[in-house]
């Protein structure tokens, strides 16, 4: 038996653990998540398992993202991309 018929199951666990890696990066993620998570992914070997914690996260990211530009956005600081191309920068100066 050749080692190729295995490689797209275990290529496809790579591929789900290296975008779980990415996620886990997000400031949503807190440190201590990220690695009880790595020693869960290290571990796991159901493809179906870590698709759907993948989805779990990208989704839980989602929603911090929304949350803190609606926090940004109320605090009035929805401005960040006219900021950085020099706009709005003198409304910031005292009178």
């Known amino acids: 038996m050749s080692t190729s018929s295995l490689l797209p199951e275990a290529a ?3 591929a789900l653990r290296a975008e779980l890696r990415c996620i ?7 440190p201590a998540r990220r690695h009880s998570a790595e020693q869960y992914l290290s ?3 159901a ?8 989805a ?3 989704a839980e990211c989602a929603s911090w993202e929304e949350q803190t530009l609606a926090t940004e956005a109320a605090q ?3 401005g960040h991309r ?3 191309q ?3 920068i003198t409304k910031a100066r005292p009178a």
């Open 86 to 88: 020099g706009e709005g």
């Open 24 to 30: 886990l990066r997000h400031p949503a993620i807190t």
């Open 76 to 78: 009035g600081w929805g």
């Open 43 to 45: 571990r796991c070997t």
């Open 82 to 84: 006219s900021q950085h």
């Open 12 to 14: 496809e666990l790579e």
């Open 56 to 58: 779990l996260a990208v």
């Open 47 to 54: 493809a179906e398992q870590l698709r759907q914690w993948l």
